[in-house]
């Protein structure tokens, strides 16, 4: 499996943003289709997007359509979550998976960071 190591959270104003990146050690990186989900407290944990091995296809929730991009840099073993007009509602806990395949359902993910913290003020 792959090790996934988050980084980039931190404290923003409504408007602004944040970009996350996510780093990953182990069996090859490219091999993986990569996601980031969220969690918010009393929440369940959220799909935000997803993105294919290749970088060719991605995935997005509603809630974060046109404000928010998913890339990926294989050759840097990283995935990235570009956040722009962040709002309130956008506060929680972001994780990064991996997984088989591209996926917006949180089963299809075999492997887990263990999360970074954006907080969202107004």
């Known amino acids: 499996q792959v090790q996934l190591v988050e980084s980039g959270g931190g404290l923003a104003q409504a408007g602004g943003s944040l970009r996350l990146s996510c780093a990953a050690s182990?069996?090859?990186?490219?091999?993986?289709?990569r996601a980031w989900f969220r969690q918010a407290p009393g929440n369940w944990r959220e799909f935000v997007a997803a993105i294919s091995m290749s970088g060719g296809d991605t995935e997005y929730a509603d809630s974060v359509k046109g404000r928010f991009t998913i890339s990926r840099d294989n050759n840097k073993n990283t995935v990235y979550l570009q956040m722009n007009s962040l709002k309130p509602e956008d506060t929680a806990v972001y994780y990064c998976?991996?997984?088989?395949?591209?996926?917006?359902?949180?089963?299809?993910?075999?492997?887990w960071g263990q999360g970074t913290q954006v907080i969202v003020s107004s």
């Open positions: 182990g069996r090859s990186f490219s091999t993986y289709a």
């Open positions: 998976a991996a997984g088989n395949y591209i996926s917006t359902r949180h089963s299809a993910y075999v492997s």
